[in-house]
């Protein structure tokens, strides 16, 4: 764990701490996460650093940007499983701002794009569902 006045760190690093911070309870879903200049200032990073570990909690989706309020702990969501039939591919991709809308995908959550043999194609967001591929 690396503590302020350390050697300068990474947002890798940085984002590490901070998912701790959330995975501990010590940063409660809904809570605001420190500014960027905040854990700048704290952890000796560049800017850009900080703002790149935030982006990384976000892609996660651990975080979430909200009007008005910054950057908060995102809600745990129930992932749900569903199962994929064999001949199917899966891939992720970033939504289009209709998809995000139509399939509640919050910013920085990929869709996962499951294509069929028959050539139909599914889309989940992927921080509500796992995909498990059933063995026949």
């Known amino acids: 764990m690396i503590y302020p ?20 309870g010590q940063l409660s879903p809904g809570d605001r996460l420190p500014s960027e200049r905040d854990l700048s200032q704290t952890y000796d990073v560049a800017p850009m650093t900080a703002r790149a570990a935030v982006r990384q909690l976000r892609n996660e989706g651990l975080a979430e940007a909200v009007r008005g309020r910054g ?4 809600m745990p969501v ?3 499983q569903v199962m ?10 970033n ?7 139509t399939y509640g995908v919050p910013d920085g959550v990929p869709l996962l794009v499951v ?6 194609q599914d889309l989940y967001a992927a921080h509500r569902y796992r995909l498990v591929f059933r063995a026949d």
């Open 5 to 24: 006045g350390q050697d300068p760190v990474g947002y890798q690093e940085l984002a590490e701490i901070l998912r701790a911070r959330i995975t501990s």
């Open 78 to 80: 129930e992932v749900e």
């Open 71 to 74: 950057v908060v702990v995102r």
């Open 84 to 93: 994929v039939e064999p001949g199917a591919s899966v891939s992720a991709r």
């Open 95 to 101: 939504p289009t701002p209709g998809e995000r809308r």
């Open 115 to 120: 294509d069929h043999p028959d050539g139909l």
